[in-house]
């Protein structure tokens, strides 16, 4: 049996359907259906009310026609005939109208008002609506002006009183017809902008088919998160990165028990320090270093981060790649070890020269021999600090030794040691320097990194020059700006500066002597200090190196 509720369901999704999704032969019974029932009403009043009605030829006729009219509404084949070909429905309505009001008795003389629904039919079709218009008004007045001229007895008065329902009929189509008009020019008009929708619908699946091609392509994992932390978009490479960092009895970990680790490979980095979470914070980082996963999988990856905004402004999510570095780190460190092994293995034989020329510098030695020890005892010294320098750059951060100290005061002994150097070179060398300046900082070290300032100021102005050292106090920090005016360095030279060994092709080409430690050396002992150091270089117009500390 069939279930009476899914059978009303049904129903009511058939009649709730757009007008114009209906199979023509439903949209053509649709559009008779209105007089069919009022037809079926008004042959239900005449039967109970003028039962002698029932027996009219014409008005029997007017039933019968109207039932094959419905009839055919279902059996005729439009979809083969010529489209407009139902609109000989609503003509032939007319004909049947008439019957019926002349078949009505004087009591149902009111039939002829049902010609108002095969003209709304003919004007709301959109077709022809200047032949509509004419049969909105002509065919109401046959039905009242035919059975008077077949039966020739009429007045003047009797046309005269017909003309109301035809004006009536004319009115009603009129309207229709601008309506109608109207709602088929903001059809064609949504049906262009449908169009166009689906037309950039396409446009965007292909963009985005692009986009997901070449995300699967690239070698990087690449993560969009909306502003609240949810995923909204994650290449093949991610996913295969966040399968490396899971735990392995957790398919589906949330952020805070993910395996990231931090450079030592051991300590899980804090759920906020974590690249994405930072991402979702709004941060925006670069080459931020985490090792991914444990074990032998384990990797390390440089991850980077920019935030997404709307059009206010504000946050609305950011983008994080994940660039997988192991090979590079890994090349690093055994780099960092060769160095390590090779300088203890050079410091033992050169501290055991100095000790030997030590000995012979104390004994009685002729001036010639003396000259000679002394020579080999500050290239050996020399050596030593280059081993030491080595030693230094391969533990990367060195250990301080904070106290009281006027750095004011270390300045001026930077500088006033390398005045000789500078003339030489025909360097200009000063100091802008308060009288006195106290921080809580490594005497020692901070000289280091100033000698190596200065010195590399006064070496990379081979043709003289002005070299500017400058300290100051700014928010809780001491200043420290080391400028000069000599070859100066491109940008991209610029971003490399503070890397080991590295030297700028401009200083290769003129053979100026360095091994490149001095400048790592130097941002080591800045940052073990809790500061920072920056540069800031044109090419041929100068250099400024400027490091802050904690005061």
Known sequence: MTDPVAWSSGRLRFFRRPFHEYRLRDRVALSQMPLFVTTCLTA?????????????????????????????????????LPYTSFLAIPVLDFVSIGLGREGGLESLTSIGLLAVLPVIWLCASGYYPRLALWLAFLAPLAILWAPLLIKGTFTAQDFARTLLLPVITLGIGVSVSVLTLSMMRQQRELEEKDAQLQANLRTSQRQESLLNTVLDTAHLGVLAVDADGHDVLMNRKQRANHVLASPKD????????????????????????????????????????????????????????????????????????????????????????????????????????????????????????R????????????????????????????IVTPHTVDVAELVRASVSSALPKAAVAGVVLAAETPDKLEAHVDGARISQVLDNLVSNAIKYSPDGGNVLVSLAQ????????????????????????????????????????????????????????GGTIEVDSQLGKGTTFTFRVPV
């Open 44 to 80: 239900f009043l005449v039967w109970v009310f003028f039962p002698q009605g029932m027996g009219n030829p014409f008005f029997v006729a007017f039933l019968v026609s109207q039932l094959v009219l419905m009839a055919s509404c279902y059996l005729v084949p439009w979809e083969r």
């Open 250 to 369: 957790n398919p589906d970990p949330n952020e805070s028990q993910l395996l990231v680790f931090g450079p030592d490979r051991k300590t899980l980095v804090p759920v906020e320090d974590r690249p994405v979470r930072r991402a979702v914070l709004g941060e925006t980082f670069t080459d931020y270093l985490v090792w991914l996963g444990d074990g032998m999988e384990q990797r390390a990856f440089v991850t980077t981060a920019r935030a997404m905004k709307d059009p206010d402004g504000k946050f609305a999510g950011s983008v994080i790649a994940f660039s997988d570095v192991t090979d590079l780190v890994n090349a690093l460190s055994a780099k960092d070890d060769f160095v390590s092994s090779v300088s203890h293995e050079f410091r033992t034989p050169l501290t055991s020269i100095l000790g030997y020329v030590e000995i012979l510098l104390a004994d009685d030695q002729a001036e010639s021999d």
């Open 371 to 398: 000259e000679m020890l002394e020579i080999i005892r500050r290239n050996s010294e020399r050596l030593l600090t280059l081993v030491s320098d080595l030693l230094a750059s391969r533990n990367g951060q060195l």
């Open 474 to 529: 700014e928010d809780g920090h001491l200043a420290c700006s080391v400028s000069d005016t000599g070859m100066g360095m491109t940008a991209e030279d610029t971003s490399e500066v503070f890397a080991k060994f590295f030297r700028t092709s401009n200083v290769r080409r003129t053979a100026i002597p360095g091994v490149g430690l001095g400048l790592p050396i130097s941002k080591a002992i800045v940052e073990a200090h």
